[in-house]
């Protein structure tokens, strides 16, 4: 608005638009400063006389910019309220021929940025580039150094918060902040909204807590059905089991057969069961057969044996008393034979020698007694176990025979 009115302020009859445009743009005053140190105002209250308005630091700022400025607040001195000027120079011919100004009351300044107020906790607040506060909701705080408020923000960290992707997370009287900054175009201001962090994320909290509590429903949901399929599923497994428990406890019933529709695994394995639960009843039914088989065997020759065990036990005794009779007789002899020799040797004072011709002529009956004994003797220690000698075996046969 005040730069729609650098043509307007050459023209002869510019106080019309001066005063249309300050009530339009609701401005303190309205207002043109020439080089020639002469102005026109929209209000002509309270402008002192003799005012000099290239002596004004919104003049000397806009001159200086060369473009459009606004200056910092500063006391009016028609209103003596703290105002901002929103100023540009108007250049003709290379030359600034006046500069068009029109003051802003910090009232409506602070009023705009009160409305900056998205949750309960945070706030909205205009800075300038060097740091001072432009306008905060609280009026004290105004033209006083930023960091007053926010210690943690220095002149470098105000410029690094406008090109900040992230919002910045900072202290502010104990409470937790994000600081989020925008540049006011054409000016050297900035404006800043402290978002309370807990108000900031209740909203994303809240939709984690329901993602969170409708992942459990999900997953109990999922559970119960992978449950449920899962004992469908195995179900005849679990009727494999308890047919190998009642098998193994010693009672089981081999007749019992599972059902083995479908092709899954736990259908092969009951095909594999009722396979050999066949093959063990023809096992068992071999052994039922073949223990009735001896059954009757052993019923039908039992009042036989007892008989012939009875008529062969005495002639069995005979034959062995008879061949131990045979069998001691030798060995008599042969001890008598010795006791003999004993006595003869005695009888001669040493024995006699082989070679010796006296003892050969005296004894001689004796030695043939001896060499019959020993004879006696080698024939009885052969025939000692009459059961291993085949002779002795069939001389047995003949005379049990007979």
Known sequence: MIQSLQDAVLQPERDAALKQVADAGRFANVYVGYADKTAKFSKLEGIPPGYDP????????????????VTPPYVSASTGKLVV????????DGGVKAVVGGDVVMDTVVANVKAIHPTPASFGMLVAKSGEIVAHTDDKLTLKPVTELVPALSTDKLAALIDAKSPMEVDVAGSAKLLGARAIPGTDWMVIVALDKG??????????IASIIALVLIAG?????????????????????DAMDAIGSGDGDLTQRLPADGNDEVA????????????????????????ESVRACRRQYRPVAPHRIRRRQPRADRGLDGRNHRHRQPVRQLSATRQRIRHCRLARGGGWRRGDRGSHHHHGPDRKRLGQGLRHHRRD?????????????RCGRSRSGR
Not at 231 to 237: F, I, K, N, P, V
Not at 273 to 284: P, Q, S, V
Request: proline share 5%.
């Open 85 to 92: 000027t929103f100023a540009t120079p108007v250049v003709r």
């Open 199 to 208: 108000e900031a994320t209740a909203g994303m909290r809240s939709v984690l």
């Open 221 to 241: 949901v999922a559970a119960i059905v992978v449950w449920g399929v899962a004992t469908m599923s195995l179900r005849g497994l679990s009727t494999v089991r």
């Open 381 to 393: 220690r052969r025939h000692r176990l009459p059961d291993q000698h085949p002779g002795a075996q």
């Open 268 to 291: 092969q394995i009951a095909r594999a069961f009722n396979t050999f639960a066949d093959k063990l009843c023809t096992i068992m039914r071999q052994i039922r057969d073949a223990s």
């Open 54 to 69: 290239t002596a004004r630091p919104w003049y000397k700022q806009a001159v200086a910019a060369g473009q459009p400025v």
